[in-house]
């Protein structure tokens, strides 16, 4: 158990050290994460998770894992193998897995015993007759013609309904609340459909399904969990989740809490907006980097420790509110300074040749190598040699023939510095046909080596650079963010009207040979350019996580 000044500070914790503090439920702390198994995890469901484990983890409790596959026609045993691996990638383990599919003959017997009650119905309408008979708010809805049957013809109508003798939507079950109830929720809702689906675990042996709010609470219950922790939108569910509870008198009833889900700027995380772009081929998958899902994250290069350190910084709050992206990146960014390797590379390649660097008897360019830290916060990380010739790769940016105002990198006539090697002087240029510039020459300063000259003077621009025969071909995906939009669909009603078409460019570079040994997934700085992660199937492919420069800093500055 956390030491309690250690714990955050915020009413889920405040609740369940009071429930702790006085005995209840013999002082256990048992929480769940329950998606539904019908896609991939994403940025929202981390906030889930770290709230789920955290809270019980902090008060020496325990968190389950239920898959609420209640839905057969949506659901996947891929989607559930994928929601394991997510959750323990992002650094949790589940004290158990469990499914509300396990629990299918507890709720049907659990349902028979509220029909028993008189307080849960069979009705003959259809989907569209039930909805229009709810109402609306201020408008308070109409009592079924089915609400009266009796107990035995009930019980009968429902088995049968579990028996498989009537057709898919005949029939519904129904508990027995209040059609004039203020919470839209507790007018009579639907507890069973007929669904003759097969089901991802269960196959063909049930042909009705139970609702989620009648799985639920049901499940909480059945597994002991203490506090149920779930997102605002489930907080007009709460008082159905306790009276069926109430109707079932189940002893030491777990207790619902709502707390806001987290929202990022410029991202979408609804899974069918998501899912319409996976299957309209704008992302290569759930798994693109473009995608806010957790594998996309990943592939990203997005560090499982900067994810949860984001979602604790946020806070459990009961506003929704929408976070900005440059925040999470900003943890990103910041995990990356401390654990990844540098590396040179240049992505927008423009050939640089020295024409006084020595050869060798043999008429071929001298190589030298140069010491070079592998992190400089981590000295612990060691050196490595990079090879230095007369040939070298620049950024096409870094050389302008005819510079602007206040450019301070190479240009005819300037001295720059290559990081850790020498003072270079751009002396004239090389153009094909159409007048574009392929080739800088320049001439380098031999006392200067290490990148700093002897009699002293200073340059105001270090470049970076890859010796050119030595130099490892890579591709590299550049990315924008995929909304356009702070607020995708706000100005429109829809998300993905504010797409954008440029959100990825592919592009082929050069890179020091120490890069071939990064292993995939493994995210490296390509100095002055970012932080770029190897792609986990793809040799030689490499995503930029994020920049170098930290926008949320900015943002914050500018706000004052």
């Not at 008082?239 to 700027?265: G, I, S």
């Not at 592009?507 to 890069?515: I, S």
Request: with cysteine.
């Amino acid at each position: 158990m956390t030491e309690p000044s250690a714990m955050p500070s915020n009413f889920i914790y405040d609740a369940v050290r009071a429930d702790v503090e006085q005995g209840k439920r013999d002082g256990r702390v048992q929480t769940r994460f329950p998606p539904e198994p019908n896609g991939y995890l994403h940025i929202g469901h981390a906030k889930a998770i770290v709230v789920d484990f955290g809270v019980a983890a902090d008060f020496g409790g325990i968190c389950v894992l239920r898959l609420d596959d209640t839905n057969p026609e949506t659901e996947e045993t891929s989607f559930v193998e994928s929601i394991v691996a997510d959750i323990e990638w992002l650094g949790y383990q589940p004290a158990d897995v469990r499914y509300a599919s396990d629990y299918f003959q507890q709720l049907y017997d659990w349902a028979e015993r509220l029909i028993e009650k008189g307080v849960a119905y069979v009705d003959d309408q259809d989907g569209a007759a039930i909805s229009a008979g709810r109402g609306g708010f201020g408008k308070p809805g109409v009592n079924s013609p089915y609400r009266d049957r009796s107990v035995e013809e009930n019980l009968e109508l429902f088995r049968r309904m579990r028996a498989g003798e009537f057709a898919e939507g005949s029939r519904v079950l129904r508990a027995k609340i209040d059609m004039a109830h203020e919470n839209m929720q507790m007018r009579d809702p639907v507890m069973y459909r007929i669904r003759k689906v097969a089901h991802h675990r269960t196959g063909d042996q049930w042909p009705i399904y139970p609702n989620y709010d009648w799985a639920h609470g049901q499940s909480d219950a059945i597994e002991g969990v203490t506090h149920s922790l779930c997102t605002l939108e489930f907080e007009s569910h709460r008082p159905l989740y306790d009276w069926f509870l109430q109707q079932l008198e189940v002893e030491d009833a777990p207790r619902q809490y709502e707390f806001a889900r987290l929202e990022l700027t410029h991202t979408v995380t609804s899974k069918r907006r998501l899912a319409k772009l996976v299957m309209d081929g704008v992302v290569d998958g759930w798994d693109d980097a473009r995608m806010p899902t957790l594998r996309g994250l990943r592939r990203r290069g997005y560090p499982a420790a900067a994810i949860r350190n984001f979602c604790r910084e946020v806070g459990t709050t009961r506003t929704n509110s929408r976070q900005s992206i440059e925040a999470l990146e900003s943890y990103v960014r910041r995990e990356l300074n401390t654990t990844s390797q540098r590396r040179m590379a240049v992505l927008h390649p423009l050939k640089l040749r020295l024409t006084n660097w020595p050869v060798d008897e043999r008429g071929e360019p001298v190589v030298e190598y140069f010491e070079v830290a592998n992190n400089p916060e981590r000295p612990e990380d060691g050196t490595r040699q990079v090879p230095f010739t007369g040939e070298l790769w620049i950024e096409q940016d870094d050389f302008r023939e005819v510079p602007p105002p206040k450019y301070f990198r190479l240009s005819p006539g300037r001295e720059v510095r290559l990081r850790g090697a020498f003072f270079v002087t751009a002396t004239d240029v090389v153009k094909n046909d159409d007048g574009e510039v392929i080739e800088v020459l320049a001439t380098y300063d031999p006392e200067s080596r290490g990148g700093n000259a002897a009699d002293g003077r200073r340059v105001k621009s270090t470049m970076h650079w890859v010796s050119a025969p030595h130099a490892v071909p890579l591709k590299a995906a550049l990315y924008e963010r995929l909304f356009t939009a702070e607020a995708p669909g706000e100005a429109t009603g829809e998300a993905l009207d504010d797409l954008n078409p440029d959100s990825r460019k592919v592009v082929d570079g050069w890179a020091e040979p120490a890069l071939v040994d990064a292993t995939p997934g493994e995210v490296v700085q390509f100095e002055r350019l970012g932080y770029f992660a190897t792609d986990l199937d793809q040799v030689m492919l490499f995503h930029r996580t994020v920049g170098l420069r930290d926008e949320w800093a900015a943002i914050q500055k500018r706000n004052g």
